[in-house]
């Protein structure tokens, strides 16, 4: 077991009490009941509603949840930092985040899962930020629920090439809904996002860095996260993503989504300062913006 250490700065009715104004999820608390042992006050194992008095030394199960039990996969992970914190890995293009059902037994999370298998018999998959499956850059995943609680300002910068010639900053403020389309050829239902009032807030910020008549290779940083947000956005103010086949239009310059998240930064807790990574474009992106620009 792996716990963290808290000393306790005022009077608490109880371990609960604590938990909850600290932002611990009601999940996290119910399991931490799971097993005694799992709460310890002054090195001796107690229960959730066992007082706290100013400076206690209150410890926690970092991780009480339940083994990820996905299907591993073998495929090599690009790891670009790793400690016992945290994992972050680069992930390539046409890759899924989860398993579904066209990407069972190949994903992104079985692989974690797999790596993770000899470091944590009982780790529990906890990715923070996913990205589509065409779009590759850098993936978050937290070791444990607490690392998880506790990591603060994530802040993620995209770049993209997108259709015809952005020269100027532009935010984008246009909320987002869900539409589902039915397909009854193969009687799966095809789940897209669409601009609408009824939808949740959503805005981009879209940046030039370099740009013709043709196309723009573009920075782009979410102030709010949805899914698709980017390529619906684009979509709407007649930018589409070079190779959105949802929103735009097939391309034959590359055979994905041109949109890579290459820029991440987040607050380390145990640090305790901020931690920046960039990563360099992936190969048919990089020659995409040579051929364009």
Known sequence: MSFRKYKIEKDYKNVYYFLKEKGFSENYIK?????????????????????????????????????????????????????????LVNKESGISCMPNKSHYSYNLAGAICAYMQNKDKNF?????????KDTAGIIIIAKDSISQQ??????KIYTAICHG????????????????????????????????????KAVTKVIPLKCNEKASLIELELIHGRTHQIRVHLSSINHALIGDEIYGTKSELINHTALICNQVSFYHPYLHEHLNFTIPYPNDFNKLVNELF
């Open 31 to 87: 399991n931490l009941r799971k097993e005694f042992g799992y709460i310890k006050v002054n090195n001796v194992s107690n229960i959730i509603r066992t007082p706290l008095h100013i400076n206690d030394i209150l410890e926690i199960e970092a991780s009480p949840n339940n083994k990820t039990t996905i299907m591993r996969c073998i495929i090599p992970l690009n790891i670009v930092y790793e400690d016992e914190y945290y994992l």
């Open 124 to 132: 529990t998959l906890r990715i923070i930020n996913r990205l589509d």
């Open 150 to 155: 506790e990591i603060k300002d994530v802040n």
């Open 165 to 200: 010639k952005i020269n100027k900053t532009i935010l984008i403020d246009k909320n987002i809904e869900t539409e589902i389309e039915n397909n009854m050829g193969n009687k799966i239902n095809i789940i897209k996002r669409k601009i609408s009032k009824n939808g949740k």
